[in-house]
């Protein structure tokens, strides 16, 4: 297991000695990031999800423009 080594001036961060990576540790912190990637996610799939109704719209439309067409 890895050693950390405080950094000075912050205590939410460490650095861990064997990878040289410096970590936060803070866990609130990590959990609200993890619900703004949910909500980002969920906003990003709803985002496609309107966008494929609306080009669905526009070729429900185009069709019945042709069908008026036609009829006439």
Known sequence: ?????????NEDLV???HSKAILNT???ALDAWKKRKV???QIETHELEINNIRNEL??????????????K
């Not at 297991?1 to 001036?9: G, H, P, R």
């Not at 526009?58 to 009829?71: A, G, H, Y």
């Open 26 to 28: 803070n866990k609130d």
């Open 15 to 17: 650095r861990d000695s």
């Open 58 to 71: 526009d070729e429900m439309k185009n069709m019945l423009k042709e069908i008026i067409q036609r009829i």
């Open 39 to 41: 909500k980002t996610n």
């Open 1 to 9: 297991m890895s050693d950390f080594i405080s950094i000075n001036n």
